[in-house]
């Protein structure tokens, strides 16, 4: 299978949703393997700069890779072996689910509780909400 082609499909999706103007660039993460640890070394800029808090993403990567993780400073520690590729693929599909507006494929958005356990993306741009897992 070929990685890199999959890669450049996600891409293309997150430019469709985009559609057009200016496109948001999903920033990229960079990791590298200690061990059978996998060390995101930019987490805390990332995070940064998709306005979301450090601790929703590590949450989000525990779940989806079933890893357990630990944030360090401004990095992000991953107790397992893994592929930048991969994390950078997962990466994609969060800011797919949580920062993109579905609507008008802006990223300036937040998450707010609304409440009996649900939460919503409000988009600051259109002012859409829509419910998020
Ligand atoms: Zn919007």
């Not at 808090?53 to 400073?73: D, I």
């Not at 930048?84 to 579905?102: G, H």
Request: hydrophobic share 35%; proline share 4%.
């Amino acid at each position: 299978m070929d990685y890199n082609k999959l890669l450049d499909g996600a891409y293309e999706k997150l430019g469709e949703i985009s559609g057009e103007g200016e496109r948001f660039e999903v920033p990229k993460l960079l990791a590298f393997s200690e061990g059978n640890k996998t060390i995101i070394k930019n987490f805390q800029i990332v995070c940064e700069k998709i306005r979301r808090e450090p601790q929703h993403l590590t949450k989000f990567f525990t779940k989806e890779l079933a890893v357990p993780a630990s944030q360090e400073g401004e990095r992000l520690v991953l107790h397992r072996k893994l592929r930048e590729d991969l994390l950078n693929k997962k990466f994609q599909e969060y800011v797919k689910d949580y920062v993109i507006c579905a609507q008008c494929g802006k990223p300036d958005t937040h998450i707010e509780d609304s409440g009996h356990g649900t939460r919503m993306l409000i988009c600051e741009a259109c002012g859409a909400r829509a419910p998020v897992k």
